[in-house]
């Protein structure tokens, strides 16, 4: 084989560059994917929460929107534009900013929310008293915050009888 017919790198650079075009885009499409099932899933809990049916979402829509519709963006398998967005938030109560702040969160810091557990224990909210105890169980370089993945807030959430969200939003307002 003469060094003409043997492959050199720069005849590699178009493969190597679709390569990392290639999982720049599967990365994209794998954060989008999880960013519309998380959005779903909190459209979803709360009209649930609200005791809706998706004909009752409809109503209070005041749009010709379908059942079909809903249930797609609520599954996270069709995406919506922002007045779509806008119009389920009007209709659930649901502040936009907060809402996708928290998906965003979600999708990528895998939900990771950090508790100020000083204020907290100095708050009247009924976890109080497990952030006093927590709190001296943490090292003092924590400086009294501590980061609650996902699965944890869920559990706090459920002790408190509410969802994540309603969790986050009484602990903001307590601290």
């Known amino acids: 084989m003469t060094n003409r017919e043997k492959p050199s790198l720069a005849d590699n650079a178009p493969e190597a560059a679709t390569r990392a075009v ?3 885009k ?16 909190e459209l ?22 379908s059942n079909e519709a809903i249930a797609s963006h609520e599954f996270g398998t069709r995406a919506m534009t922002v ?30 929310e950090v508790l100020d557990l000083t204020e907290l224990a100095q708050s009247g909210h ?18 009294g915050r501590l980061l609650v993945p996902g699965p944890a807030q869920d559990k706090l959430a459920e002790l408190c009888g509410c969802d ?12």
Do not use: H
Not at 28 to 39: G, P, T
Not at 44 to 65: I, K, N, Y
Not at 127 to 143: D, G, N, T
């Open 83 to 112: 007045a779509r967005f806008g119009s389920y938030c009007t209709a659930l109560g649901l502040p936009p900013g907060r809402l996708i702040d928290g998906v965003y969160n979600d999708v990528v810091n895998d939900g990771l």
């Open 26 to 41: 599967d990365n994209r499409v794998d954060i989008e994917a999880k960013f519309l099932k998380a959005l779903g899933k």
């Open 22 to 24: 290639d999982r720049r």
């Open 164 to 175: 994540r969200g309603q969790l986050f939003g009484a602990l903001t307002a307590a601290a």
């Open 44 to 65: 979803l809990s709360a009209r649930q929460s609200r005791g809706w049916t998706r004909p009752d979402l409809v109503l209070a829509m005041g749009l010709g929107q």
């Open 126 to 143: 009924s976890l109080a008293q497990w952030a006093a105890i927590r709190l001296r169980e943490l090292p003092r370089k924590s400086m």
